[in-house]
């Protein structure tokens, strides 16, 4: 892959054709035989943990953003995917004003990292989990089910922002990280 690369994220999630629809296949890309589909269905994904010969590790944790959706009720804040710069700022996956917003599974997941990565201690940080950014993207008229990769990066900050939601009427906490790629 590619900074900059389309791919294609098709539904059934079959990682055999190279191509589909006219663009790389993204399970193709990123297949890892006897090893479960590397997903994008939800903000923050972290792969499964597998066993290394240092005990339990995550191979990535996937960030994808949904521009298409940005000022919606549904998604009122704004991601910001600066890679020429090396920055994006990544909202969260809370949405709800009555959950903790580390507590959803990819904000933990994320947060997680947070010390990991900003660790000045070589042995901590080479236990980072890579986190691999995406864009969803439209082409040729289809608004969904394209994917733009981003690029790598690390937790460098990590922050609680509230934000107003027109969906509930309520303020609702989400995480808030910079990460540089």
């Known amino acids: 892959m590619r900074v900059g690369d ?22 193709h890309a990123v297949h890892s035989p006897n090893q479960p589909h590397a997903k994008l269905d ?4 972290g792969i499964a943990e597998l066993e290394a010969v240092d005990g339990p590790r995550r191979p990535a944790i996937l960030i994808s953003s949904s521009p298409h959706k940005i000022g919606s009720t549904e998604t009122p804040w704004q991601d910001v995917f600066d890679v020429d710069n090396g920055h994006i700022r990544y ?3 809370n949405r709800r ?16 990292q947070r010390n990991v990565h900003d660790s000045p201690d070589p042995k901590i940080r080479a236990h980072a989990v890579p986190l691999i950014f995406f864009r969803r993207v439209p082409y040729e008229g289809r ?8 690029g790598f990066g690390l937790v460098t900050r990590a922050e609680l922002v509230t934000q107003f939601s027109a969906k509930s009427g309520n303020y609702s906490a989400t995480t808030y990280s910079i990460s540089r790629c």
Request: proline share 13%.
């Open 6 to 27: 389309v791919f294609r994220y098709a539904t059934p999630n079959d990682w055999r054709p190279p191509t589909v629809d006219g663009l790389p296949n993204y399970f």
């Open 42 to 45: 939800r903000g923050i994904s």
């Open 91 to 93: 909202f969260g996956d």
């Open 97 to 112: 004003p009555d959950i903790d917003p580390t507590k959803p599974v990819g904000n933990s997941i994320l947060l997680a």
């Open 143 to 150: 608004q969904k089910g394209q994917v733009n990769f981003q």
